[in-house]
């Protein structure tokens, strides 16, 4: 049986946690920031993860 491959660009998105979960960035937080409220800015930082309907699409791209 052959491996299967990494999906290049979700591997540069997403990052598995120990537990088998996956984390991503927020979206819209790089471009255009005058105009949001320092409040949703705030909002944007960091990392949350990604919900269980898109899990089992994840685990396809990034089986290792």
Known sequence: ???IKTLKA????FKKTASGKFKRGHSHATHLK???S???RR???G????SKADTPRLKRMMPY
Do not use: E, H, N, Q
């Open 47 to 50: 990392t949350t993860m990604v």
């Open 34 to 36: 005058l105009s949001k």
């Open 10 to 13: 979700a591997a540069k998105r």
């Open 1 to 3: 049986m052959p491996k």
């Open 38 to 40: 320092g409040k949703r």
């Open 43 to 45: 909002g944007l930082r």
